[in-house]
């Protein structure tokens, strides 16, 4: 399970980041670890208690955490569930020094990061694969396709307009979309607290896995 947002370094005292919690990753952790998963955390910066059980190992970079994500796919792993709000750029030439103030405007360069959960669904023997996505608008639409884009088994999708649910609350709301080899289509979670949230995800992992459309 990846959790939390992704730092990436602008100069040894300043980097780019976003809002991300770690909550709905942190209570994911915890509940599969309650079903009964041997579970491995991958973590950005965030300010939470490991889960009971759960092993955590922490980052800060979007490339420290494939890099960790691709260790743990050759330590084996059977459920990859990507809940990190990885920053989708990095800077393109991190300052050796602290980048001193000078004129009226700096200008910083910044590249792709790479897209861990599409990374790891790209690699033989894959886990099956469960990704987020967090939208404002169309946000069925966005997520069925980032669903095919990213060749996910499944994805979860809240509207993060919404100010009662999504990012810093902690309630959610999610739909939940599988890929056409699942006998299930649509799923949708009622508002509740994230635990219980991520039990539900939980359920619905474990019915996908086992509901799966064997070819014929
Ligand atoms: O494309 P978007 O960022 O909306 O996709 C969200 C999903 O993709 C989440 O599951 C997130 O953890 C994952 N992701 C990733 N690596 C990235 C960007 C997103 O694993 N660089």
Redesign the pocket.
């Known amino acids: 399970i990846?959790a939390g947002p992704t730092r990436e370094a602008i100069d040894p005292v300043r980097y780019i980041s976003n809002h991300s919690t770690g909550k709905m990753g942190f209570a994911i952790a915890a509940a599969c670890y309650s079903a009964g998963a041997k579970v491995t955390l991958i973590s950005g910066p965030v300010t939470l208690d490991t889960p009971n059980g759960v092993r955590r190992k922490n980052v800060s970079s979007?490339i420290q955490m494939l890099d960790l994500s691709m260790q743990q796919l050759q330590d084996g792993c059977d459920i990859f569930i990507?809940?990190?709000?990885?920053a989708?750029y990095r800077v393109a030439e991190v300052a050796e020094q602290k980048i001193k103030k000078a004129g009226d405007e700096l200008a910083v360069s910044l590249i792709k990061?790479?897209?861990?959960?599409?990374t790891i669904a790209q690699q033989d023997q894959r886990p099956f694969m469960v990704?987020?996505?967090?939208e404002t608008h169309n946000v069925e639409a966005y997520a069925a396709d980032?669903l095919v884009a990213?060749k996910l088994d499944m994805i979860a999708c809240n509207d993060v307009s919404r100010a009662d649910i999504g990012f810093a609350s902690d309630e959610n709301a999610m739909t939940v979309f599988f890929a056409d080899q699942y006998r299930i289509e649509k799923r949708d979670l009622e508002k509740a607290s994230k635990q219980e949230i991520a039990q539900q995800l939980v359920e619905a992992i474990h019915d996908a896995i086992t509901q799966k459309i064997k070819p014929v």
């Open positions: 990846t979007a990507a809940t990190a709000a990885v989708d990061n790479p897209d861990i959960v599409a990704g987020f996505a967090a980032k990213k």
